[in-house]
């Protein structure tokens, strides 16, 4: 099976624009679809982005993902960064019918 | 609205075998489109997926936990339900149920229930 790489954590301003990383070892990224989850503290994921690019309904336009064959990795950006938005944050993905998720980056506005 | 519910005993033995039931309300477990899952997050760690099952029984397994995991399904209570054996302290973790999409989303989620395995 594959692994999702992300960065442990990383912190941004309020308003500034944040992008999170999550590289495949192996195999194409674009094969399989990747979503991305939002963990507040004490909490239950939620989907922020679904099948790439999709956005839930409910969630805000500043959440974007895309994905980057080159790279082999997808992106979560996320823009005009809220206090709210602080958060730890999960890339997903499957190879075959096994799930595979990131080892998750926490987000720290300050 | 779907929900969502695991229940089960917070504490299990080393050793014993970890019993967790998923309950789903607000639509059918039978429902032709979805997988259910079980995940799990180790305290102060990230997500792990356990495994899936289609309400025909069906069931995909995580393969370093697959000789320990049994995943399975009772449509007539719509709900579904995780056995894990031979648990150690690094099974101490919040199990959490959810849905899976075709797309491998998993969406929505229970609220999580911590077990502790510890004597």
């Known amino acids: 099976n594959f692994m999702l790489t992300q960065p442990h954590s990383v912190s941004e301003s309020p308003g500034k624009t944040v992008t999170i990383s999550c590289t495949r070892s192996?195999?194409?990224?674009?094969?399989?679809?990747v979503q991305w989850y939002q963990q507040r503290p004490g909490s239950s994921p939620t989907t922020v982005i679904y099948?790439?690019?999709?956005?839930p309904s409910g969630v805000p336009d500043r959440f974007s993902g895309s994905i980057d064959s080159s790279s082999n990795s997808a992106s979560l950006t996320i823009s005009g960064l809220k206090t709210e938005d602080e958060a730890d944050y999960y890339c997903?993905?499957?190879?075959?019918?096994?799930?595979?998720f990131g080892g998750g980056t926490k987000l720290t506005v300050l | 609205q779907l929900q969502l519910q695991e229940s089960g005993p917070g504490l299990v033995k080393p050793s014993e075998t970890l019993s967790l039931t998923c309950t789903v309300s607000?639509?059918?477990?039978?429902?032709?489109?979805?997988?259910w899952a079980w995940i799990r997050q180790p305290p102060g760690k990230g997500l792990e997926w356990i495994g899936n099952?289609?309400?025909?029984?069906?069931?995909y397994y995580n393969t370093s936990l697959k000789s320990r995991v049994t995943i399975s399904v009772d449509t007539s209570k719509n709900q579904f339900s995780l056995k894990l054996s031979s648990v150690t302290a690094a099974d101490t973790a919040v199990y959490y149920c959810?849905?899976?999409?075709?797309?491998?989303?998993?969406?929505?989620w229970g609220q999580g229930t911590l077990v502790t395995v510890s004597s």
């Open positions: 959810a849905r899976r999409g075709y797309s491998y989303r998993f969406d929505p």
């Open positions: 607000g639509g059918s477990i039978s429902s032709s489109n979805y997988y």
């Open positions: 099952i289609y309400y025909s029984g069906i069931t």
């Open positions: 192996s195999g194409s990224i674009a094969s399989n679809y």
């Open positions: 099948e790439d690019n999709r956005r």
């Open positions: 997903q993905s499957y190879d075959s019918n096994d799930g595979v």
